[in-house]
């Protein structure tokens, strides 16, 4: 068996036994309660394992540059944002019902994270958890940018968050609210209702 296998063989045995026991003592499968810590600690480490040491210590191919990253902004803003928030926070109404919870991508538990591996969980997803793989449609370097664009979410300015609610998806009174504030100021129609907030 290779050098440090035998961790994840522990370590999952020992997830085998203590997520089903954490899960019936913590309200049985109801996805309400977060994971406790030590389910958390084990979800992290199992999954650092998991992910292949050759995509671990993948390079970022793309340069850092405004239009790289104004590339993954507007990624991020129409893809992502619905459950991980404009500002990488997980505050939306998805994020915060999904088990787990969507991590906070400014902190430190994403943002320790290898280019490599963050490229590796946006191409394949996660099992067990609301990440969804977004691979497969032959264009890595989507992925790419928004590995960069993770990175620069600790430093989002107001004027990004706000350039990046114009890019998120609108529901169809969304649509209708933006059309009647058109119609207003073209003078066609009447006053608008006030907006509703997205949770974006």
Same mark, same amino acid.
Not at 130 to 140: D, F, H, I, Q, V
């Given at each position: 068996m290779r050098n440090g296998w035998w961790i994840v063989v522990v370590v999952t045995l020992a997830a085998l036994v203590a997520v089903p026991g954490a899960v019936l003592l913590r309200g049985g499968i109801s996805a309400r309660p977060g994971p406790g810590a030590a389910e958390a600690a084990v979800a992290r480490r199992l999954r650092s394992y998991l992910i292949p040491s050759s995509a671990r210590q993948a390079r970022n191919p793309l340069p850092v540059d405004p239009r790289v990253l104004a590339q993954g902004l507007a990624h991020f803003a129409d893809h992502c944002a619905s459950c991980h928030a404009n500002d990488g926070s997980g505050d939306t109404s998805l994020g915060r019902n999904l088990y787990p919870r969507a991590p906070d991508?400014? #902190?430190?538990?994403?943002?320790?994270?290898?280019?490599?591996? /963050?490229?590796?969980? @946006?191409?394949?997803?996660?099992?067990? &958890?609301?990440?969804?793989?977004? #691979?497969?449609?032959?264009?890595?370097?989507?992925?790419?940018? /928004?590995?960069?664009? @993770?990175?620069?979410?600790?430093?989002? &300015?107001?004027?990004?968050r706000a350039e990046m609610e114009t890019l998120n998806p609108r529901g169809a009174d969304e649509w209708r609210e933006l059309q009647e504030e058109a119609e207003f100021l073209q003078g066609t129609g009447g006053a608008p209702a006030p907006r509703k907030h997205t949770g974006h």
């Open positions: 991508m400014r #902190g430190p538990l994403t943002q320790a994270l290898t280019d490599g591996e /963050l490229f590796y969980i @946006i191409e394949n997803g996660v099992r067990f &958890t609301g990440m969804p793989a977004w #691979g497969g449609a032959g264009k890595p370097e989507e992925s790419w940018k /928004l590995v960069h664009f @993770i990175r620069h979410l600790p430093a989002l &300015t107001p004027e990004e």
